[in-house]
């Protein structure tokens, strides 16, 4: 017999707290789901669910490419193989359940899910969930751009109809806040379209707080800091995300102040690190460490989704100053607790200005900061929000 559930949260992909996008987002849902101890019909299925098997089909879909002597080929073929097998296996898990609905956070588990929905003859509804700061196939054109893939552009039209097809497929949509749908209405032609005939539902992401042992001094002393104050960035290093924006704007601080050192963490990507001895460049961190050394947090991003980071930040109590775009300009209006900034000379006043304020000051500020995270995203507040939005939609509202 099968299992009565409201929500079936669903990713084709592993979860992963300390990774961004879907598998950090689901991560931390099913955690503040499982510690709010609040009453609840909604099951986690996922492919950290299922190591032996997932660890099997890929063994399969090598072994049945492998004699394709096109690498292009093989490739496509092996994924095409691996994806069959692995939404068989998650067929198998959905039938265990009677759901309500199912919500799904990226374009193919969409069109997985329309047709599994259609083939059991189920009336659940599809609840589609973005985690980019663009469409995902403006992501992954730009990353087979970057990687220099030859068929980058076959690769694109194809994304682009996929894309399409699950948006138009969804039931209803799910975003954090109404400025976070700014990086899709903008740069998808058909969306607002779409929005005349699907609802959407806005639900404020939340997180586990940073926390560490390290000391402010532990941490500088790791980093070969010498100077009175840090700013820092965490992310991708791309133009989405504003790195080539922060280092126009840490070069025109270094210039001036020799009393300030960059922190920088987060995978290199095509863009060269910026050359001065106080922009320090750290890779994969932990940011929870990193933020110990820190005085004030840069956010550029030129499109913002809702951030994981700033979040995460906001929990250690450290200031942001922050691009006046999508996502920020949510949280700035939920807390007032960030400084927003128009461009790169209002940016380097923030926070220069913050730096300059008196340590009494930053010291109170830093509770109330806290304090803002606390209300509006830690893990109970944000599973209240997700479990609210689901009775909402069982119940027809």
Known sequence: MKK?????????EDVNIRAGGPSGYIANLEHAINESHIPNKIVFINATMFPRQIKRINFIGRMLCFYIPVGRVRRNMRQNVIKYLTYRLFAKALDKYDFQTITVHSVYDVLFAKKYIKSRKLSAK????SHSPQPPSEESHDRDLAEGIPDADARYAVAQKVERDAFTAADMYIFPSAESVECYSGALTYFDE??????????????????????????????????????????????IKGY?????IAKQILDVRD?????????????????????IELGQIN???????????????RQTYFDLILLEVLSTGTYVVASDTGGNKTVYVDTGIITLYDDEKDCIKKTLLILDSCATRRLIDSGNIKKAWADHYSPNQ????????????????
């Not at 599809?126 to 969930?129: D, F, R």
């Not at 944000?382 to 509202?397: L, Q």
Request: with cysteine; hydrophobic share 40%.
């Open 126 to 129: 599809i609840l589609q969930m």
């Open 194 to 239: 779409l929005l005349k005939t699907h609802q959407i539902k806005y639900v404020r992401t939340g997180c586990r707080p940073l926390q560490t042992d390290k000391t402010r001094d532990e941490m500088r002393k790791r980093y070969n800091v010498k100077t009175p104050y840090v700013v820092t960035y965490i992310g991708r290093h791309n133009e």
């Open 244 to 248: 080539d924006v922060l280092q126009k």
């Open 287 to 301: 940011p929870a460490e990193v933020l110990a050394a820190t005085d004030v947090f840069i956010l550029p991003n």
């Open 4 to 12: 009565k559930v409201d929500n079936i949260v669903f990713l084709s």
């Open 382 to 397: 944000f599973a209240k929000n997700y479990i609210n939005m689901i009775a909402e939609v069982c119940n027809g509202k």
């Open 259 to 279: 009393d300030i050192t960059f922190l920088v963490g987060g995978r290199m990507g095509k863009i060269a690190p910026l050359e001065h001895p106080r922009w």
